[in-house]
């Protein structure tokens, strides 16, 4: 469908759309900055890189945040082990 043909109201709620993942974004590399810096302190006091109460912790509180706010508990549930698994990653890099 060309733009000339897709209502002025779609393109706007697109746009919007498209301001949002770039918010997302730049959240995800301030967020991942940040771990970097965790990272970097438990490789230098040689603490795990993974703490695992702290993570089923945090899920739990995610997927309660979730429900809060009308969304999936069991999409952000598989989103944030996805972002987890990525800082964990990025983690044992430093201990290299």
Same mark, same amino acid.
């Given at each position: ?6 209502? $002025?109201?779609? %393109? ?15 959240? %995800? ?7 970097? $810096?965790?990272? #970097?302190?438990?490789?230098? #006091? ?24 009308? %969304?999936?508990?069991?999409?952000? %549930?598989?989103?944030? +082990? ?13 201990? +290299?």
């Amino acid at each position: 469908m060309p733009n000339s043909t897709v209502p $002025e109201e779609l %393109l706007s709620l697109r746009q919007q759309i498209d301001t949002l993942d770039d918010e997302i974004l730049n959240l %995800l590399a301030r967020r991942f900055q940040v771990t970097a $810096e965790v990272g #970097k302190l438990k490789a230098s #006091k040689k603490l795990d890189s993974v703490d695992e109460a702290r993570e089923r912790q945090k899920l739990e509180e995610l997927q309660e945040q979730a429900r809060s706010k009308d %969304l999936n508990p069991e999409f952000i %549930l598989h989103l944030f +082990q996805m972002i987890f698994a990525e800082v964990v990653n990025n983690h044992q890099s430093y201990r +290299q």
